[in-house]
């Protein structure tokens, strides 16, 4: 039996597609550190994320492709990633170490976007990336007591301010320098400083991506981080009624206006199942973000269900899915993380040109 070769473990794998990258594993260069040595293959499979969602199938599908070449006696294949980083984007010397800057915003207060940002850099950071959370809400930042951080203060080291860290996210906002009670009385000028501050001053080191979460509305501090920072796209959170939709177009529009692509838009609060009953009921009504997104041509990256337990563990700092993967609840916000890394990961791999 003669020993497989190289180019016949590659033709193997290349039926092999990335689904929203449109091109084979082989020719998007995943394939690593491809080996032969009596009769056995061992290769790694470079992802453009750790939160990749077809990460198992693609593990599954090479097992069995390079199995069946003639000659193979054992396969050995390994999965690792490299967060290919955003294009170069107006403020791209700020955040060098920053492979995704993500923008998380929402029309209008009350929608649950900080309750999204938490949850999500969590779900983030469980996939092994490495994750940061700002938090930009100057004037209601609710970052540190939802992750359990209220009494904590940074530090400063090599000239720079340290970021908190819990959960493996790295953290800043203006909550652990003013303190829990102390509001944030400040006029535009100040609020757009100290988010420049927080972008240049924080030693954030190397992240695949950092979640900033906004003030509500289309003000300064969002036209100060779309222009002093290098986006790579914004996530807009909004809950299921009709009347939502205004709110997420002015949001849309704003970003469209200074060149930040919307990675999509999640509907909060959408839904509640009965623990007793088992019923589910529409309370804010429901497909709101859906119809949205449809209608501004935007990703619909999911909907999070209504929950007391959400509360309950933003108020003690402990963010639900810190806890479990498992129930409704964790798992939209596993699958909207997988959503978010996968919509980065298309913005940023170089497209294919199209043959004519």
Known sequence: MSAPTEQQILDALRPIRDPDLNQDIVSLGFIKNLEIANGKVSFAIELTTPACPVKDMFEREAMERVGAVEGVQEVDVTMTSNVVAAPASAGADVLPGVRHTVAI????????????????????????????????????????????????????????????????????????IAGEETPVIWRGPMVTKLIRQFLTDVDWGELDYLLIDLPPGTGDAQLTLAQAAPLAGAIIVTTPQDVALEDVKRGVRMFERVNVPVVGIVENMSFFVCSNCGDRHEIFHHGGGEKAAANFEVPFLGAIPLHGKVREGGDAGVPILSGTQEGPIAEAFVSIGGAVARELSTLAFPQPEASV
């Open 105 to 176: 915003a929402s029309g209008k207060g009350g929608v649950g976007k900080s309750t999204v940002a938490v949850n999500l850099a969590v779900a983030l950071a469980q996939t092994g990336a490495r994750v940061g959370l700002m938090d930009a809400d100057v004037y209601g930042p609710s970052i540190p007591i939802m992750m359990g951080l209220k009494t904590a203060r940074p530090t400063v080291g090599e000239g720079k301010l340290q970021p908190l860290d819990r959960f493996g996210i790295k953290m800043m906002s203006i909550g652990f």
